[in-house]
T-cell receptor
Framework: DQQVKQNSPSLSVQEGRISILNCDYT??????FLWYKKYPAEGPTFLIS?????DKNEDGRFTVFLNKSAKHLSLHIVPSQPGDSAVYFC?????????????FGQGTRLTINP | NAGVTQTPKFQVLKTGQSMTLQCAQD?????MYWYRQDPGMGLRLIYY???????DKGEVPNGYNVSRLNKREFSLRLESAAPSQTSVYFC???????????FGPGTRLLVL
């Protein structure tokens, strides 16, 4: 049972335009959400996160939106740059007092075209 | 400050062989994790160690064992490798009660 889902395996966006990556979750106990970026042959690197008490968090070109009623979060990248081409994973935490176990989505491969 | 390091980078095994994947972190983190990444499946947690001296099963622990050797090192052992264990394995670490995990570069394992 996939608790965190990224339904778009791939996304192609023109350089300079907005990239929107989506993620849905089923477990209402998740209280913290993260986005990771992964280049080929490298480990994932942390990008941005949001607590369930907020609905938006911004960091430079990256903004994450959380809609708790819809159990949906999205990552906006504006403007998109060629270096943003990577696989993006969303992740959720369900146990704030425990070992910080994260549940990951399947990933979305973002390609930025010049 | 190397962060999280993993060895080896790449390994080919025959079915039934055993091997240990090594992971070390120099960030003084308490918690460490092992994940596997398969196409279309994202990252799935194999085992984790909340603190030195403790280990617990994650989502897909069958066929694996782990050892938290000390605060820095967390190894993953395949006792009898199977083709289904062909995957990319990532080690990660985090501070206690902090959400952000820091990942190593991965070990690509092929079991024939």
């Amino acid at each position: 049972d996939q608790q965190v889902k990224q339904n778009s395996p791939s996304l192609s966006v023109q350089e300079g335009r907005i990239s929107i990556l989506n993620c849905d979750y089923t477990n209402s106990m998740f209280d913290y959400f993260l986005w990771y970026k992964k280049y080929p042959a490298e480990g994932p690197t942390f990008l941005i996160s949001i607590s369930s008490i907020k609905d938006k968090n911004e960091d430079g070109r990256f903004t994450v939106f959380l809609n708790k009623s819809a159990k949906h979060l999205s990552l906006h990248i504006v403007p998109s740059q060629p270096g943003d081409s990577a696989v993006y994973f969303c992740a959720a935490r369900g146990d704030p007092d425990g070992a910080q176990k994260l549940v990951f989505g399947q990933g979305t491969r973002l390609t930025i075209n010049p | 400050n190397a962060g999280v390091t993993q060895t080896p980078k790449f390994q080919v095994l025959k079915t039934g062989q055993s091997m240990t994947l090594q992971c070390a972190q120099d960030m003084n983190h308490n918690s460490m994790y092992w994940y596997r990444q398969d196409p279309g499946m994202g990252l799935r947690l194999i085992y984790y160690s909340a603190s030195e001296g403790t280990t617990d099963k994650g989502e897909v622990p069958n066929g694996y064992n782990v050892s938290r050797l000390n605060k820095r090192e967390f190894s993953l052992r395949l006792e009898s490798a199977a083709p289904s264990q062909t995957s990319v394995y990532f080690c990660a670490s985090s501070e206690v009660r902090r959400e952000t995990q820091y990942f190593g570069p991965g070990t690509r394992l092929l079991v024939l």
